[in-house]
């Protein structure tokens, strides 16, 4: 048994002395980044939502007429009107040729001042009833509203009234003056 003891031992002792013997220190090298993981770090935002596009409103300016209509007051665009009336024949209703003119010139007018609110008068001369100008005048109010309707004037710019033979716009008795009376009288009411 010694020999065996005597070789145990020396193994031994050749395990320990090579365990023992000079080892060289590993080499420092720099740690790598830990893993990153969503909840222990910030992750990169994504890119803001891009701004909607704010277009500008258009808003068509308002017609300004740069004269003298423009800025005049109610009576006195009424006493210098740049409205025509329209005159009729004898009991008569009709739009003949000369009224279709003055009705389209009124047009025109009513289509540059597109805020005026006119009021159509319809006169007569003082032959005949009361009651029966009345109604004549109605019928010429009507027949002008109606004709510049036509035209493109909008129908809830337009009143219409009848005044038959009461306010003469010549107060003569003869042909000329009743002439004259049998009319369609344009009145800005606002505008």
């Known amino acids: 048994m010694t020999i065996r003891s005597a070789v145990s031992i020396l193994l031994m002792l050749g395990f320990t002395a090579a365990a ?6 590993p080499l420092a090298r720099p740690a790598p980044p830990p893993p990153t ?3 222990s770090a910030t992750a990169p935002r994504p890119p803001a939502p891009p701004e909607p596009v ?4 258009v808003v068509p300016p308002e017609p300004v007429p ?3 209509i423009s800025s005049a007051s109610l009576d006195d665009l009424n006493r210098n009107s740049p409205l025509k009336p329209v005159f009729f024949d ?7 040729t000369p009224a279709q003119a003055a009705l389209t010139e009124n047009a025109t007018v009513l289509k540059r001042f597109p805020s005026w609110t006119v009021t159509i008068e319809g006169h007569c001369d003082e032959r005949g009833s009361a009651e ?3 109604a004549l005048g109605e019928r010429r109010a ?3 509203r109606t004709y510049l309707v036509s035209l493109g004037i909008p129908a809830d710019r337009l009143r219409t009234v009848s005044y038959g033979k009461e306010f003469p716009f010549d ?5 000329p003056a009743y002439a004259k009376n049998r009319r369609a009288h344009f009145v800005i009411t606002a505008k």
């Open 20 to 25: 023992c013997g000079k080892k060289t220190p």
């Open 37 to 39: 993981t969503a909840s």
């Open 54 to 57: 704010a277009e500008p409103t």
């Open 66 to 68: 740069s004269d003298a």
């Open 90 to 96: 004898l009991d008569s209703a009709e739009i003949e």
């Open 132 to 134: 029966y100008n009345l």
């Open 142 to 144: 009507v027949a002008a």
């Open 171 to 175: 107060s003569g008795h003869d042909d």
